[in-house]
């Protein structure tokens, strides 16, 4: 029988779960995961209000569920935890998963000024993920800034805009609800410093800010026609092209009064964060301008937005893991076609998929292809890695060295926890939202 350890249970780990055992009838994996959460950025990235999304969550289940996969969470692969060294005696093969688990930051000063958050890190914050902190990201904020235009960006900007009745429902965790419910924050401004046909949200993201309930969205039409492609938008791709046209509607309504309002701002690069009695008040940017091809140009020209709240959604980046190969340049580990490369040459055994595989691309779909690439190499070495000698059960092993994973019973356990905290509180499903919650809940694993 192949063993397989498969490190991270987002989609890409899932997908390299499915498709391996799909694949070969005789293989064992288990899914191994730092938090007792499967799920990833499903779980803890996906806004909370958009539950069609989330609804992946099924899917990833059958995966997880399927009699040849076992979810081991709590398990933390390198310095504190399992030596990545260790798994690979203890497996025919392990894969890495593990995603894009830091920020791009901006670079610029006053960054780390109190009120400038990474938009990871509000994400985190009103997802649950245990390790986020609760640090009154919107008290006493009256504007917020969000700097980026891809669908985190809108997400967040979303997020500030909505009402009770829209977050009540959602499994969004109650301290979170609470400061978000009582917001002050009226003005929400998304940035980006080049054009509109360049933005990376997507259709379907953008135009749902123009349905949230007491928003008024407004573009301001002399910066669209800043973009060269703006005029006459016949040539861009079909998906940019879309943005382009509803940031034309938006340009072309009159304001109207409501309880909120978003702006979408372009070709401004910020360049500062200016401090206002200790934490940041404004956000300064620099009017840019199309460089002609695909980048943009400084101008000289100044202009400062307040702020007291400054979320910032620029990307994702991976961090190395100990153990394994690292490209700094690219925050991947280097691979030939899933394959880990050590020093250039082929490491037996060892494999990678996901993001910390290609980069913080695509879309959770894209994951399936990737995982299926990377499966494609690690069957076609199985002949050799079975031949070595190995446990015949790792979880006896990984005990032994004082490991003690939440099986899935154990996220079962978690699952009902939070139905029952949500009916306690007169709501849907309510995500409990530390470690120590989460590992209680988990050790109550008697049906």
């Known amino acids: 029988m192949l063993r397989v350890a498969v490190v991270g249970s987002g989609p890409g780990g899932c997908y390299t779960a499915q498709s391996l055992v799909q694949q070969d009838p005789d293989v064992l994996v288990d899914v191994l995961d730092r938090l007792p959460c499967p799920y990833g950025l499903v779980r ?85 993920h245990p390790d986020a902190v609760d640090d009154g990201f919107v008290l006493g904020a009256r504007s917020a800034v969000v700097i980026g235009v891809g ?94 046209e509803v940031l034309r509607g938006w340009a072309e309504t009159p304001p109207h009064d409501a309880g909120h309002h978003i702006r979408l701002r372009f070709f401004l690069r910020p360049v500062e964060l200016l401090a206002e009695d200790g934490r940041v008040g404004a956000v300064r940017f620099e009017r840019t301008v199309s460089d002609g091809q695909g980048g943009v140009a400084g101008t000289g020209r100044y202009e400062d937005v307040e702020a007291q709240l400054v979320l910032r959604s620029v990307g994702y980046r991976g961090v190395p893991l100990e153990g394994l190969p690292f490209d700094p340049a690219t925050g991947t580990v280097p691979h030939l076609g899933g394959r880990v490369l050590r020093e250039g040459r082929v490491a037996p055994g060892e494999y990678v998929a996901g993001w910390i595989k290609r980069g913080p691309t695509g ?18 070495d199985s002949s050799a890695l079975v031949r070595e000698v190995r446990p015949e059960d790792p979880l006896v092993a990984l005990r032994a060295g004082g490991v003690e994973p939440v099986e899935w019973t154990g996220w079962c356990a978690i699952e009902r926890a939070e139905a029952e905290l949500g009916a ?24």
């Open 424 to 447: 306690s509180l007169g709501r849907g499903v309510v995500k409990l939202p530390d470690w120590q919650s989460l590992m209680a809940a988990a050790h109550e694993s008697a049906p």
């Open 44 to 128: 803890y990235g996906v806004a909370p209000d958009h539950e069609k999304i989330k609804s992946l969550q099924n899917n990833l289940r059958a995966v997880l569920e399927h009699e040849r996969v076992r979810f081991l969470g709590g398990v933390q692969v390198g310095p504190g935890g399992v030596p990545a060294g260790r798994l690979r005696e203890l497996y025919h093969a392990v894969v890495y998963c593990v995603g894009a688990a830091t920020d791009r930051h901006l670079g610029i000063p006053g960054e780390d000024l109190p009120g400038s958050w990474s938009a990871t890190e509000f994400v985190s914050w009103y997802s649950a």
């Open 363 to 380: 879309v959770i779909g894209t994951n399936r292809s990737d995982a299926k690439e990377t499966v494609t190499a690690l069957l076609a």
């Open 151 to 244: 669908n985190v960006a809108v997400d967040v900007t979303r997020m500030l805009a909505r009402g009770p009745a829209e977050l009540t429902p959602t499994d969004m965790p109650q301290a979170a609800l609470t400061a978000l419910t009582a917001s002050r924050v009226t003005d929400v401004s998304m940035v980006g410093r080049r054009g509109p046909s360049q933005a990376r949200f997507t259709t379907k993201e953008l135009r749902e800010l123009g349905t949230l309930p007491d928003t008024d969205v407004a573009v301001d039409p002399a910066e669209l026609a800043l973009d060269p492609a703006y005029a006459d938008p016949s040539g861009l791709p079909a998906p940019q092209r879309r943005n382009v």
